[in-house]
């Protein structure tokens, strides 16, 4: 994760200057670049995508001889850190990036306002997405944009009201995933969304996390394996129980990560017979 990290941040360096000669510099400044998931979480894998949101401090244009407007630079520095980060070279591309987890998905504007973010938490944003917000931390650029838009993702995901059927709805998504994404024939070898896989920790945590966050700050933390820890320690969690998950997460990712360089593919099956020879 922490490669990840510096990897982002001179991508975001070399996209600003990219784009400087023909467009100078945002005004007002301020940008951040948030990871979600696995970058969020610091538990990135072998293989692992990097979940990535694009956020800049307000509107306005740039200074340069071509001056444009915040939404529409913005979204070209994010395409540029995008570019940089999954060229395929003569080494190899650096990562795969997904940026579907922003408003609107793919469909929705690339880099937005922290104001543009305020307005689609308020109004728009599903259950889901306060269980993807958990795992929103900056990685790269202005720290204050960054703390910023954390500020708004924890009053969304902590202070909202809790809906009296959360549990019910949470359980129905994680069946929903199970079900169109595997299949029947692969819910048992399927270490990442099958039954008993890692989703299956990560929904009981985020679930207990909404549940509980906002009166155990403890539990605040992008980290599954943190916020395990911290539910064991707040008997939020019978402690023996956040044990047990907490070992049987790190053994899911160890096979996970071991299938992944054993195919050198981002893989998440076990295979349906033992190799031979």
Same mark, same amino acid.
């Given at each position: 994760?922490? =490669?990840? %990290? /510096?990897? !982002? #941040?001179?991508? =975001? /360096?070399?996209? #600003?200057?990219?784009?400087? $000669?023909?467009?100078?510099?945002?005004?007002?400044? /301020?940008?951040? !670049?948030?990871?979600?998931?696995?970058?969020?979480?610091?538990?990135?894998? &072998? $293989?692992?995508?990097?979940?990535?949101?694009?956020?800049?401090? @307000?509107?306005? *244009?740039?200074?340069?001889?071509?001056?444009?407007?915040?939404? %529409? &630079?913005?979204?070209?520095?994010?395409?540029?850190?995008?570019?940089?980060?999954?060229?395929?070279?003569?080494?190899?591309?650096?990562?795969?990036?997904?940026?579907?987890?922003?408003? $609107?998905? *793919?469909?929705? #504007?690339?880099?937005?306002?922290?104001?543009?973010?305020?307005?689609?938490?308020?109004?728009?944003?599903?259950?889901?997405?306060?269980?993807?917000? !958990?795992?929103?931390?900056?990685?790269?650029?202005?720290?204050?944009?960054?703390?910023?838009?954390?500020?708004?993702?924890?009053?969304?995901? +902590?202070?909202?009201?809790?809906?009296?059927?959360?549990? #019910?709805?949470?359980?129905?998504?994680?069946?929903?995933?199970?079900?169109?994404?595997? $299949?029947?024939?692969?819910?048992?070898?399927?270490?990442?969304? /099958?039954?008993?896989? !890692?989703?299956?920790?990560?929904?009981?945590?985020?679930?207990?996390?909404?549940?509980?966050?906002?009166?155990?700050?403890?539990?605040?933390?992008?980290?599954?394996?943190?916020?395990?820890?911290?539910?064991?320690?707040?008997?939020?969690?019978?402690?023996? @129980?956040?044990?047990?998950?907490?070992?049987? +997460?790190?053994?899911?990712?160890?096979?996970?990560?071991?299938?992944?360089?054993?195919?050198? =593919?981002?893989?998440?099956?076990?295979?349906?017979?033992?190799?031979?020879?």
């Amino acid at each position: 994760t922490l =490669l990840a %990290e /510096g990897c !982002i #941040e001179v991508a =975001l /360096g070399m996209a #600003e200057q990219d784009l400087a $000669g023909r467009f100078g510099r945002p005004d007002p400044p /301020g940008f951040s !670049i948030v990871g979600m998931g696995k970058l969020g979480g610091m538990e990135l894998g &072998y $293989g692992s995508d990097l979940d990535l949101l694009f956020v800049y401090r @307000d509107d306005g *244009q740039t200074t340069g001889p071509e001056r444009v407007s915040h939404p %529409e &630079y913005f979204s070209k520095l994010a395409d540029r850190i995008t570019k940089f980060l999954t060229s395929i070279t003569q080494e190899g591309a650096a990562y795969r990036v997904d940026a579907r987890l922003r408003p $609107g998905g *793919q469909k929705g #504007e690339v880099a937005l306002s922290l104001r543009g973010f305020e307005g689609y938490l308020a109004r728009q944003a599903d259950l889901w997405e306060r269980q993807a917000y !958990i795992k929103a931390r900056p990685v790269a650029g202005d720290p204050a944009v960054g703390e910023g838009f954390l500020t708004l993702t924890r009053r969304f995901v +902590y202070d909202a009201p809790e809906p009296p059927d959360l549990a #019910e709805r949470i359980l129905a998504m994680r069946q929903r995933i199970e079900t169109e994404r595997v $299949g029947t024939g692969n819910k048992a070898t399927h270490v990442k969304l /099958g039954s008993g896989g !890692i989703l299956e920790i990560e929904f009981l945590v985020q679930y207990l996390q909404l549940r509980h966050g906002r009166t155990h700050a403890a539990v605040r933390t992008p980290s599954t394996l943190e916020a395990l820890s911290a539910l064991g320690a707040s008997a939020l969690l019978p402690a023996p @129980d956040a044990a047990t998950l907490e070992r049987s +997460y790190r053994f899911l990712r160890r096979v996970e990560t071991r299938l992944r360089i054993v195919a050198d =593919l981002s893989v998440n099956t076990l295979p349906s017979a033992p190799r031979c020879g």
